[in-house]
């Protein structure tokens, strides 16, 4: 069974921080390219950040570039999400996704494997 699982949203305040975590199993476990998306009420999904097997490349929208981080623990076969100075058009449902491909692509196209999403909602 394939399974991402998404965990680490929230409520929070303009200005504070919050880390989004996920889980990988099954065909998803081990996956050379992860990423994370969100899509707000209305939106498309849109791509949020990216990492490669080893964390050695990261790639992330302009919109978050500065303030987000992804980074991965392939003993834990697991990928973050840390996001900082979080603004109220940060507000969405945000996606992890695994890719079989090694190369890293911004597309939600690139990726094989979704979570199911975790609420992220900032207030101003």
């Known amino acids: 069974q394939t399974q991402l699982v998404e965990s680490g949203g929230g409520v929070v305040q303009a200005g504070d921080s919050l880390r989004l975590s996920c889980a990988a199993s099954g065909r998803a476990s081990g996956s050379p390219a992860m990423g994370w998306f969100r899509q707000a009420p209305g939106k498309e999904r849109e791509f949020v950040a990216g990492?490669?097997?080893?964390?050695?490349?990261?790639i992330y929208a302009d919109s978050v570039k500065g303030r987000f981080t992804i980074s991965r623990d392939n003993a834990k076969d697991t990928v973050y999400l840390q996001m900082n100075s979080l603004k109220p058009e940060d507000t969405a449902v945000y996606y992890c996704?695994?890719?079989?491909?090694?190369?890293?692509?911004?597309?939600?196209?690139?990726?094989?494997?979704w979570g199911q999403g975790t609420q992220v909602t900032v207030s101003s």
């Open positions: 990492i490669n097997w080893n964390g050695g490349i990261t």
């Open positions: 996704a695994a890719a079989s491909s090694v190369i890293l692509g911004r597309g939600p196209n690139a990726y094989n494997y």
